[in-house]
């Protein structure tokens, strides 16, 4: 079968980083996805990775090795707002988004 | 320019009735898809549009299920003989692409289903 998993739940404190892992065993692979959702809101896109390596963007940085099955989001210099459910997904071979249950993430001042 | 919008936020029901769900995409993106999201969980493939077909209905859950798109935009998820189990939040996407490369997918902001 098809699973991704990631932590049900952390917590982290203001100013300081954090990274979320996210490990998958999926019928193929054609890239990995990581979403952010708040409370009552629709998941906003926040990074692709297909290569391995790390992927860098503003505050919040992607890592992915294929080999490992594993990808993390890595947080830094975090505010009150980044509050929210961070959703992994991993594209399979027939080019279908796998999700995982989301990791939600308490930021406290 | 305008998001993903869907119609109506909020569906509440009784259980044995049947509902649709609209969901209007991004102008110009061909792929759309249905999901549906339960409280702690997450999004869970329903059905795969590319232009007016169904490239992939295999996450439907039945055959009370059925979702249509017919000029290519506009798509409305049907389900008939509603159950309880049936209340989650709907949650429709659009991509510009037709799945591949990097192009994400955006969502609307959910229809709650709720089936008394």
């Known amino acids: 079968g098809q699973n991704i998993d990631q932590p049900t739940e952390m917590t982290a404190t203001e100013g300081a980083i954090v990274q979320i892992n996210c490990t998958y065993q999926t019928s193929g692979f054609n890239g990995l996805f990581w979403y952010q959702q708040h409370a009552g809101e629709a998941p906003t896109f926040l990074s692709y990775n297909v290569l391995d390596g790390l992927e860098e963007k503003g505050r919040f940085s992607s890592f992915l090795s294929r080999s490992k099955g594993y990808s993390y989001l890595l947080l830094k210099e975090l505010q009150m707002k980044d509050s929210a459910s961070y959703l992994c997904?991993?594209?399979?071979?027939?080019?279908?988004?796998?999700w995982g249950a989301g990791t939600k993430l308490i930021i406290k001042p | 320019g305008a998001g993903v919008s869907q119609t109506p936020s909020n569906k509440v029901t009784e259980k044995g009735k049947y509902v649709e769900l609209r969901c209007d995409p991004i102008s110009g993106h061909t792929a759309l898809y249905w999901y549906r999201q339960s409280l702690g969980q997450g999004p869970e493939f329903l059905i795969y549009f590319q232009g007016t077909g169904a490239a992939d209905d295999s996450g439907l859950p039945n055959d009370r299920f059925f979702a249509v798109r017919p000029e290519g935009s506009v798509s409305t998820l049907k389900i008939q003989r509603t159950e309880r189990g049936d209340s989650a939040v709907y949650l429709c996407a659009s991509s510009q692409s037709d799945g591949t490369g990097g192009y994400e997918q955006y969502f609307g902001p959910g229809t709650r289903l709720t089936v008394t």
């Open positions: 997904a991993v594209r399979d071979s027939n080019y279908q988004l796998i």
